[in-house]
């Protein structure tokens, strides 16, 4: 179990990360996966990424056409990047969940759920 993570977490990994150090599992943090760095590497197999609501431009929050100021880039073409580097990790073998910054904040415990589930470990324990 990695319990130090290489990089200052935000907020939003912050939570994710203590979910998964409460899972005792091995997790990496800002790991490099092919040409990417992914927010957590978890068993070796497993990776997750944490989506800010801005910066990915949750669709429950932003149309396809708004333009990203900060990523100088329309939502669409963020989508598509990311939904490339998916595609990228499933064909390198990997398992793959994202969790959107909202979904983390307004509800850690379905989260704690979605992680668990993912990861493959026995949600009746704890």
């Known amino acids: 179990m ?6 200052r977490l935000n907020k939003i990994e ?3 990360f203590d979910i998964l150090n409460s899972l005792q599992r091995s ?4 790991a490099a996966v092919g040409k990417y760095n992914v927010d957590f ?6 990776i997750i ?5 801005f910066w990915h431009c949750n669709p429950t929050k932003y149309s396809a056409g708004y333009f990203n100021r900060g990523k100088k880039k329309t939502a669409e073409e963020i989508w598509e990047r990311d939904e490339c580097r998916k ?3 499933e ?6 969940l994202f969790l959107w910054e909202s979904e983390i904040n307004g509800n850690t415990k379905a989260s704690c759920k979605r992680i668990k589930h993912f990861v493959k470990h026995d949600t009746q324990e704890q």
Request: proline letters at 3%; one cysteine or more; hydrophobic letters at 25%.
């Open 14 to 16: 912050k939570k994710v």
């Open 27 to 30: 997790v990496q943090t800002n």
């Open 87 to 89: 595609q990228l990790f």
């Open 41 to 46: 590497l978890v068993d070796g197999k497993y």
């Open 49 to 53: 990424e944490c989506y800010g609501d």
């Open 91 to 96: 064909q390198l073998g990997y398992e793959f």
């Open 2 to 7: 990695d319990s130090f993570p290489r990089k």
